[in-house]
Every structure is written in structure tokens, then in C-alpha cells.
């Protein structure tokens, strides 16, 4: 099971760091791990996600230099640092894991195997 936390109420050009603790299962190198997050009235989006290696990160464009996903291996952890958030940030985001054996992480929300609960970021002043 997957589950999120770190959310919250921030103004614009705040920061944020959510987590996405695993339990009942260890991350191995095979579990890629993508950061999605849905709007009210939006389909879902793939923000950010990262291989299970870590070798390999992707990023939405709209959140490039802004969002860095990481990962801390003994904590079965996957972080998604948000710097420079902007009101258009507002939304659910969920972490969801992929187990497979591709070389490069989907954006593409169906290839993904479990997901959390979500959690909610406001940017507002």
C-alpha cells in the first residue's frame, strides 16, 4: 500500500515537500514510481515520476525546476519537493508504483499497479 502525506494550504511561490511511504511492501528496482494529480473537473496528470533505479526522472513542463521527486531506499519512501508553487498547482495528487521491467516510467495513469489515497495542495493567497 501506498500513502501520501505533506499537503496542505500554501500561498503562491511557497513550497511543499509530499511523501509517498510504501508499507507491506519493499521498493525494489523493478517498482517505478509516478506523482499524478487531478484538478476539480480535470482528468488526472502525470506529474512527475522516477524508474526504480532512480537513473531516470521525468517531470511535467509545467512543473520543471520547480518539482524534484527523490527517493530515501531505507525508508521505502518517494518524495515530490515543490518549490515556486503557482495556483495552478491546486490539486489531489496521488503516488501510485508500477512493477515492471521497462526502462522508462509512464505518465500514463493505467500502467500504474497500486496507489495512495491522495492528498490535497491548495496554492492560494
Known amino acids: 500500500q501506498l500513502a501520501e502525506s505533506g499537503g496542505g494550504l500554501v500561498q503562491p511561490g511557497g513550497s511543499l515537500r509530499l511523501s509517498c511511504v510504501a508499507t507491506g511492501l519493499t521498493l525494489t528496482n523493478n517498482d517505478h514510481i509516478g506523482w499524478f494529480r487531478q484538478a476539480p473537473g480535470k482528468e488526472r496528470e502525470a506529474v512527475s515520476c522516477?524508474?526504480?533505479?532512480?537513473?531516470?526522472?521525468t517531470y511535467l513542463d509545467s512543473v520543471k525546476g520547480r518539482f524534484t521527486i527523490s527517493r530515501d531506499t531505507a525508508k521505502n519512501t518517494v518524495y515530490l519537493d515543490m518549490n515556486n508553487l503557482k495556483p495552478e498547482d491546486t490539486a489531489d495528487y496521488y503516488c501510485?508504483?508500477?512493477?515492471?521491467?521497462?526502462?522508462?516510467?509512464?505518465?500514463?495513469?493505467?500502467?500504474?499497479?497500486?496507489w495512495g489515497q491522495g492528498t490535497q495542495v491548495t496554492v492560494s493567497a
Open positions: 501510485a508504483s508500477a512493477r515492471t521491467e521497462r526502462l522508462f516510467c509512464s505518465d500514463v495513469p493505467d500502467t500504474y499497479d497500486d
Open positions: 522516477m524508474t526504480g533505479t532512480g537513473e531516470t526522472t
